[in-house]
Structure formats: C-alpha cells, structure tokens
C-alpha cells in the first residue's frame, strides 16, 4: 500500500534508527529537531517525523544499501516513488520499512559539499569544511552541528523553531554563534535571531 503524505510518522528514536541504518557504507547523519536534542544530550521536545542526512553524491549508494525499505522522492507537497536511485533536485526522501507500510519511517535530506566543502543548500555563499559540519555523540551516531541546524530553521520560523533556537543557543560558543549570526546576515538579512547572537563572526 502507498502512503499519502497525510500519513503519520513512525516515532522513532536515534538509538533505533543507527540499528536500521547500520548497513549503509557511506556517512550518514541525524538533522532536525532530534540532531538538537542529541547536542544538548536531553529530550527537550516531542517529534514528528526523524530528519537525517547524507552527502548529495553519495545519495545513490545510500538508496542502494536500503533495499528493504520503500523510498519516494517528496517534492511541492507530492510524492514520487524512486526505482533508479535519481533523485530530482530540491528534494527529499521519505521513506518506510517494507514491513511497515502504515507509517512513514524516515526523511532524509541531501546536503551538498564541493571540494570538501560543505554548501548550504539554500545559499552557496555559505560554507564550511565538510569535516566541521558534524559532531558524533557517545554512542557513535553521527549529527549535524546545531548553528548549522539552526540556520535551516530559521527561513520561517514556527512556535516549535523558537523554541529550538532559544533552548539551543546558551550551549553554543562565541565562535559557533558567531558563525550563525554571519550566516544569518547572508541568507536572512535582518532575521531577529541576530540579535540574540553573540560573539566575533569567523569567516563564512
């Protein structure tokens, strides 16, 4: 059975998705709201759907490894079942466990990166070295860094975004929020959330 769009999320949880995940052979990652939760080591809220990420050209070898699982590119509210690995530019994936047909499992979000550098798929200007965009936790599960988390959530603020940002932001360091407030001044020029940075801005 195909799933609708509407349909609900599975709740899982990061210790349950390594297991699930633990045969892809390339990097892989957890983004949203629960990569937040990871950095500041505690639940800080409920989540809906599981967010996690991979580099784009490593995209195809990523779908190959899950064959057990129904993957459909979500694009403009529609969904498109993926049977060659090619995913249409702009975006993501939501997938399920073939077992599992009544929930979707996961969303997985592309990032780019060009010559070890990671792009911000939303503004180019933006970047980092791809080695600087990740942080490992205890138990091994990789996680998107919380500025650059941020940065994604700040193009339209919900209630739940707000209070990421205000949760988040006391546990980050000069240098990462200065980072975030450069960023912010690329790609959001004027965005409130400036002004509750702090720290010299490195280079972007």
Known sequence: MRLSVEAPWSGLEPAEVAQLLSGI?????????????????????????????????????????????????????SLTRLGDGRVPAGSSVWMHRRERSTSWDLQLMPEDRW????RFRRDARVTLPAQETLFTTDSGIRVLRPEIQLLYKAKDVRPRDQADFDEVVPSLNDERQGW????????????????????PPPEV
């Open 180 to 199: 975030l407030a450069e960023s912010l001044r690329i790609v959001h020029p004027g965005h409130p959330w400036i002004f509750r940075l702090r720290g």
């Open 25 to 77: 052979n390339r990097d892989w990652w957890v983004s949203g709201g629960w990569a937040l939760d990871l950095w500041l080591g505690r639940s800080t809220r409920t989540h809906g759907d599981f967010d996690i990420g991979c580099w784009h050209d490593d995209l195809p070898s990523v779908l190959v490894s899950l064959s057990g699982w129904e993957c459909y590119a979500a694009h403009q509210g």
């Open 115 to 118: 010559e070890l550098r990671w």
